[in-house]
């Protein structure tokens, strides 16, 4: 069954209340609670950390699995869609720091192994348009993929691959540096990855990213959870259902560098926090494409600047869980809200609460 992913969507700090004191750690647990009870939604979790990655605010609230009873955890891991690909796009910039790779590279020096049978049209097409939806590569492989990818014998590199060779060798679905949103561009730029992966000695782009990029032992990993909290989706009777930990549970595999992560709530808003003290290439990856008048960088979206200044967010939904972000830089807050249950009421309801949340840690200076 395909399974859709939310990015660009759902980005808006909307309904920015006036800032108030930040929240006690009992005022935050009665919100949690509150907004996860309003929405209907089976657990929920959110954390705010600082510049220096220390926690100002965490709380959770709700079931692990739909009538289990079984409480959520503040450590339990968080699928978070394609909240993945600003981490991806970061991989490719931390290759290019240690010069195994490069900002500006074509498709043709990505794929050399495919070169000579890339459709031309794709000749001058950059790593940057890939990141930024602007290659001109459809949403999402096809239908028949995800009907079929599930049950491949394949690697995922090979998955990779393959899909590389299908769409490369013809003519682009749209329009070279318009925008459209494409899950695809980003598995093709991890089928990149995955070559550079194999020169360091790794089996793929996976492997390279949970050796190299986040720390060990903080819960990172792709598909499901294999502990702890479980996705839900409506049945036919509109009733929350748990769906297991199994392949069922996710995108195919091979979605990895578009949409599969999963990571408990600290690790994962700590890890953010580096955007914001950015380097050379987090301001890269912050920087919107092609031009200032976009509003997409590299896996982020960019949103006006407001009462708090400009704002960085993106959300992430394999349409069983919604992973929703944003980022302060004059603030220095990282605000994650996460749920396990996905409805157009949670995307409204997890983009509320952040606006709620940013107003409350906010610096009083910006009143």
Do not use: C
């Not at 939604?41 to 100002?56: H, P, Q, R």
């Not at 702890?228 to 560098?257: Q, S, V, Y």
């Not at 749920?339 to 949670?346: D, R, V």
């Amino acid at each position: 069954m395909f399974r859709s992913m939310i990015a660009a969507a759902t980005l808006g700090l909307t309904g920015l209340a006036a800032m108030a004191a930040p929240l006690t750690e009992a005022e935050l647990q009665e919100k949690v609670e509150s907004v996860r009870q309003d929405a209907g939604l089976v657990a929920l979790g959110a954390v705010v950390v600082d510049t220096d990655g220390d926690v100002l605010g965490l709380a959770v609230s709700g079931e692990r699995r739909k009538g289990s009873a079984d409480a959520v955890q503040p450590d339990d891991a968080w699928h978070i869609g394609s909240n993945t690909k600003m981490l991806t796009a970061l991989l490719y910039g931390r290759l290019v720091e240690q010069g195994e790779a490069e900002w500006g590279a074509t498709l043709p020096e990505l794929f050399p192994d495919l070169a000579e049978e890339m459709d031309p049209a794709w000749q001058d097409v950059t790593i940057e348009q890939l990141f930024s939806h602007r290659s001109g590569l459809a949403a999402n492989p096809g239908v028949t993929w995800f009907l079929t990818s599930r049950g491949s014998k394949e690697p995922v590199e090979a998955q990779r691959t393959e899909l590389a060779q299908n769409y490369l060798s013809k003519a682009p679905d749209g329009k070279v540096g318009a925008f459209q949103y494409s899950n695809l561009g980003y598995m093709i730029a991890g089928a990149a990855i995955d070559r550079i992966a194999e020169r360091q000695g790794y089996e793929n782009y996976e492997a390279l990213f949970l050796s190299t990029l986040v720390p060990e032992g903080e819960g990172w990993g792709f598909g499901p959870p294999q502990e702890g909290i479980e996705g839900h989706a409506r049945n036919l009777f509109g009733k929350w259902k748990a769906k297991g930990k199994g392949t069922a549970a996710d995108n195919p595999a091979a979605l990895g560098p578009a949409g599969t992560l999963h990571v408990p709530l600290v690790p994962h808003a700590v890890f953010l926090s580096q955007f914001l003290t950015p380097g050379p290439t987090e301001e890269k990856l912050m920087t919107p494409y092609p031009d200032a008048d976009s509003d997409y960088a590299f896996g982020w979206g960019m949103i006006p600047p407001g009462k708090l200044g400009p704002v960085l967010g993106h959300s992430g939904s394999n349409t069983m869980w919604l992973s929703t972000i944003h980022v302060l830089p004059e603030q220095g807050l990282v605000i994650i809200v996460n749920t396990n249950s996905f409805s157009q009421k949670a995307a409204s309801a997890l983009n509320g609460f952040s606006a709620e949340l940013a107003a409350s840690y906010a610096s009083e200076e910006s009143d």
